[in-house]
């Protein structure tokens, strides 16, 4: 109950970061930046209160500039730098399921059918002669791997630096 009840708070956890820092936050932000930039800025300056004597026309200009400057950001991050790749890394790196076999299908079906599968091919192998025994200790290593994903385990090393 204790799990349950601890599994339950971390996931509000989550929800609540990802819809503050990403919804909210970004709202906020974008207003308040607009805000700043008009009333400390714009407002102090001649120049640019002649440009722009209401906030309204600024905050559309500057929301029809930036939108699409802010898109060919996003699109230099994922495609032109090596800053996704990074991150991406991390997440990888991170995330036990790389390691070790979600629950659901893949434990309870995918695994066993590869593990069955991997059985009877190395029957079938083992009555022709055709299995030397580099194939027959390489066959066996992947079953114990594949034994050791279905009880829930994990294989391979997670890298914890960066």
């Known amino acids: 109950m204790k799990l ?8 509000l956890w989550y929800y609540f970061r990802i819809g503050y820092s990403t919804y909210l936050t970004f709202a906020l932000g974008y207003i308040s930046t607009l805000v700043t930039i008009y009333y400390l800025a714009i407002k102090n300056l001649p120049t640019l209160l002649d440009l722009f004597p209401h906030f309204v026309p600024f905050a559309i200009l500057a929301t029809v500039i930036g939108g699409p400057a802010s898109v060919a950001i ?3 991050h ?9 991150e991406q890394d991390i997440s990888v790196e991170a995330n036990p399921y790389n390691y070790k076999t979600a ?3 893949e434990r309870d079906a995918i695994i066993p059918m590869f593990l069955e599968l991997l059985l009877l091919q190395e029957k079938a192998l083992d009555a022709q002669k055709l299995l030397s025994e580099e ?3 390489r066959i066996h290593a992947i079953q114990d791997k594949l034994r050791v994903l279905i009880s829930g385990g994990m294989i391979g090393t997670p890298r914890r630096s960066l």
């Not at 349950?4 to 996931?11: E, G, H, M, N, S």
């Not at 994922?78 to 990074?86: N, V």
């Open 4 to 11: 349950i009840r601890a599994r339950f708070l971390t996931r």
């Open 74 to 76: 996003g699109w230099l």
């Open 78 to 86: 994922f495609k032109r730098t090596p800053a996704y790749s990074s």
């Open 103 to 105: 629950p659901g299908k």
């Open 135 to 137: 194939e027959k200790d």
